[in-house]
């Protein structure tokens, strides 16, 4: 894989939509990982069009900030964009430990895989797939 790529971020970020949507029906006992993997699905779609406009590719998990990256370059981000990275930004770091709060709520899966793909529409149709 070619992390220059921006077809490589996006099929890891299709593996990690695919696994929460399979976890969802399979899994619904694991909520914390359904949405650690929409978090990931939901970076990597942005990822991949930081890649496609050729800008620097920062190591971050925050989706504000990478839409704030793309905002001079992607004049279709609006504040709809940002209302969906606040839904699963949450999920990126802090999920995969234990937490006093419990996990996920159903509410809080759909939320997420809904954000998901938010923005595996969005990467789809700014890269004309």
Known sequence: MNPNDPNDWLLKAERDLNLAQIAQIHAPESSDLICYHCQQAAEKYLKALVVHYKLPLRKTHDLEELLDLLLPVEPTIDDSHFHEAIKVKIYAIGIRYP???????????????????????????????
């Open 99 to 129: 937490d006093p709060a419990g996990d996920p709520t159903e509410a809080d899966v759909l939320h997420a895989l809904a954000a998901a793909e938010f923005f595996r529409n969005f990467a789809k149709i700014v890269l004309g797939i």
